[in-house]
């Protein structure tokens, strides 16, 4: 089954994934709440390929959970800023970084 299948899955799990569930769109989530906009911020933070990073965006400007605002017209560049709908994921990206870092820590190698 493909995630775009999943919209008329009786699940809300099944169907927020479908709309947030992989890395590279959480990536780019996070940088927004962050204070990230713009498609270089995000390629630079996360150093996901320029296809990819158009894809997501793509996926969540559809989704209504960014929105695309112009900054410039020649050439055209936009920024990509959180709407309301997606400003309400905030409880689940703080949950998943408490999860992370109490089950997940940094490991550093110690100097001998």
């Known amino acids: ?3 775009s299948d999943l919209s008329d ?3 809300p799990v099944a ?4 709309v947030v569930g992989d890395r590279w769109t959480m990536l780019v989530l996070r940088d927004c ?7 270089e911020q995000f390629i630079e ?3 996901m390929t320029r296809h990819i990073l158009a894809d997501r965006l793509k996926r969540l400007v559809e989704a209504g959970v960014l929105e695309r605002v112009a900054y410039t017209t020649t050439p055209k560049r936009y ?3 959180l709407t309301e709908k997606g400003k309400e994921l905030a409880p689940a990206l703080l949950s998943l970084r408490d999860w992370g ?3 997940l820590p940094v ?3 110690t100097s001998a």
């Open 101 to 103: 870092k109490k089950h």
């Open 45 to 47: 933070s996360s150093g």
């Open 15 to 18: 169907r927020t994934l479908s």
């Open 33 to 39: 709440f962050l204070g990230m906009s713009r498609f």
């Open 107 to 109: 490991r550093r190698a």
């Open 9 to 11: 899955n009786w699940c």
């Open 1 to 3: 089954m493909k995630w």
């Open 79 to 81: 920024d990509y800023v």
